[in-house]
């Protein structure tokens, strides 16, 4: 894509309505605008990242099995009565011109859970596993931090049905399995870590925490094994020894959440009365799991643990562009020949075609907008028939024939 | 995708509440869930159609230049204010704990014009053209006909910036030529109607009607010629001589508006003061544009005017698969190898692989899905060492080796 067809526009000052460092960088590349506290437009490039950030979320669903809908987010009274949850504080709620009432939806188990009834009826119609990637609302009195925390976000939520307690927690550890290889696809080290499982289930459910001093949960960890609690649960403290494998010392860091996973047992589907006949011919409660990542969050967890002094380093996957070529003065066939050869082999380029724009210019912006690849064209290289490559996290660029550069991006 | 890995569950009776055929098709073929008037889930199957019309929007508008952002729904009340639409009668609004006001957007000039003031100071900024895909929101009391008139939808909307009106027609007309390849991509018939520019211009809009009886628009046009305006103002009745060639008779029909395009002026960069400098450095408003689509009111219309007593026939370019292999009773292993074919050929494929299923049931549901190529493998085909294939529109099947169907649906 050339800039000159596309909507490519970084600002020449940090905004002076931001604080959080992930959200000043975000907002200089031109990757977000903030529309009010807590509300954002994502611009082209930052849409390009978060589609980014869905199709991995899609493709490691997709293979544990679970199929992709869209709920509405304008979900009548009954279904927050149904469950008591009308009066939950987070709610946003909208009176219509005849009087009816609605909650902007925070979450969707209100309406999976009912629709389900309508397809569900015997054993055989379990598991199912239902996922969505939809804009969530919330009324966020501590809005803060651009991304981190929003009054309305993208969500991708995930529901799984099952017929007994067993069935649900084998989904429930392939769902974690799942998560891992989604955050490690989006360059994100997220750490598991156990929390309260609230009024559905004694046991501890998990989030998945991006450790930074960013973050605002608290998270107790073990140096040496496995062990995770969030605050509101943690059973050590920092500098005692780990309870659990009784060698390694716990460590406070704080953690910006990107995913939970929920065991939420069969309160909804009590609610809902989603039932089904099992192979006996009794009728049973649907079991149910909730799994939950925050796309539009993890942008800007991404922001704020992968960038340097001069802009964002999107990890390979999440890049909004694999390549960020840059035509410097005398360069322009070399760049054009490039731009060419780069798309002809499917690769994603972003090419700053830029005429009357200084090479300090094209260079500082190729850092802020933070393209995994940088090829750079121009009358040096051209003379040499090279062109200059460069990881955005390296330190030191490389002279390559087009040739070789391709297959290094490639 | 195998039926047994993915959620496809058609129900085996009407919806008791719903009299709009398309709703009621829509909805027994599981491609759609009411949840309360006016407000739908798309089911896996509906999202896949649902995409399959988003994608024809997206290429044909990049083509003309337009690259895609997302907006928030939730609108700050000062937005609506600037503009004078915070007591428009269609808009939802909301509250929130600390007292602050915003309206869910219906519409996006009042956030991306303030947007853009960041972005553009000089003519070198201009044209600009953006457009999102999201869900909007519609205090709707006439909410009715499945996806026909909703409460909450989604939009496609386009905006454009330009120097001056000059531009800006120029950009209109190319957007009504996309606007008539998207809607032949979609496979629908939809006539460009003039309708009333508002408050907004003096001239004509454009409205995109596909004529059904089922349509609630009343459209007026020459059965010779190009004339065609709608009720508000038309200027001949049905059965007068058309006032523009003079030679063809005026005739009425009913019609879907599915899109519309509409000259804005300088009313939203005035309000917004979205100007910039021009060649001779004096400050100037930017002149806009806006061109809706609504994608889920398509899918409903599509249904209307494309289907038989057994189901919804889908256009190929929106069809959720291309291709939808029954297994009959012996055919499993030719079934098997046909999935793997086309799989393997990129042909995207739904395989009802249920076993304990009749044949009429499996047959019944494709002609109630509505794919576009239907290809049975059973123990008869299996013996003569042919498939069975069948559009979906076409009386009668033919019988082919599994070579030529690929090639047929290739």
Same mark, same amino acid.
């Given at each position: 894509m050339r800039f000159s067809s596309f909507f490519v526009k970084t600002l020449k000052d940090w905004p +002076?309505?931001? =604080?959080n460092p992930s959200a000043r960088y975000l907002i200089r590349a031109g990757f977000i605008d903030k529309n009010s506290a807590g509300v954002y437009t994502f611009l082209p490039l930052g849409l390009c990242a978060l589609e980014k950030i869905n199709k991995v979320i899609r493709e490691e669903l997709n293979r544990i099995g679970a199929s992709e809908l869209l709920m509405p987010?304008? @979900? &009548? !009274?009954k279904y927050w009565q149904a469950t008591n949850r009308?009066?939950?504080?987070v709610m946003y709620k909208v009176k219509d011109s005849s009087g009816q009432d609605y909650g902007l939806a925070f979450t969707h188990e209100e309406v999976l859970t009912p629709l389900l009834k309508k397809f569900i +009826? +015997?054993?055989?119609?379990?598991?199912v596993a239902l996922y969505q990637i939809q804009s969530k609302f919330r009324d966020e009195p501590?809005?803060?931090a651009g991304l981190l925390r929003t009054k309305e976000f993208v969500m991708k939520d995930l529901y799984s049905f099952h017929a007994d307690a067993k069935d649900l927690d084998s989904y429930y550890n392939e769902a974690a399995g799942g998560y891992k290889k989604i955050f490690k696809r989006l360059g994100l080290n997220a750490k598991p870590v156990e929390a309260s499982g609230g009024d559905f289930t004694e046991e501890y459910t998990h989030e998945f925490q991006v450790l930074?001093?960013?973050?605002e949960d608290e998270i107790f960890y073990c140096d040496k094994c496995d062990f995770a609690q969030n605050k =509101? @649960?943690? !059973?050590a403290k920092e500098g005692? !020894?780990?309870? &659990?494998?009784?060698s390694g010392k716990i460590i406070k860091e704080n953690g910006i959440e990107v995913g939970n996973i929920f065991k939420l047992g069969t309160k909804f589907s009590e609610a809902a009365e989603l039932k089904f006949k099992d192979k006996e011919g009794k009728d049973r409660l649907v079991v149910m799991g909730s799994y939950g990542i925050g796309p539009s969050r993890i942008m800007g967890a991404i922001a704020e643990v992968s960038r340097d002094e001069k802009g964002i380093i999107w990890p390979e996957e999440v890049s909004p562009f694999k390549v960020h070529l840059v035509e410097l003065e005398g360069g322009r066939e070399q760049a054009e020949e490039a731009y060419k050869v780069l798309t002809d082999g499917g690769v994603e380029t972003l090419y700053d075609?830029?005429?009357?724009?200084s090479a300090g210019e094209k260079l500082t912006d190729a850092d802020l907008l933070g393209i995994t690849w940088r090829i750079v064209a121009s009358a040096r290289t051209m003379k040499q028939n090279k062109v200059e490559i460069k990881r955005r996290a390296a330190k030191e660029a490389s002279e390559v024939t087009l040739a070789e550069a391709v297959a290094y991006v490639k």
């Open positions: +002076s309505d931001e =604080e987010a304008l @979900i &009548s !009274k009308w009066d939950v504080d +009826s +015997s054993w055989r119609d379990l598991p501590r809005a803060r930074t001093p960013a973050g =509101e @649960i943690a !059973k005692e !020894k780990c309870p &659990s494998c009784r075609d830029r005429e009357d724009v």
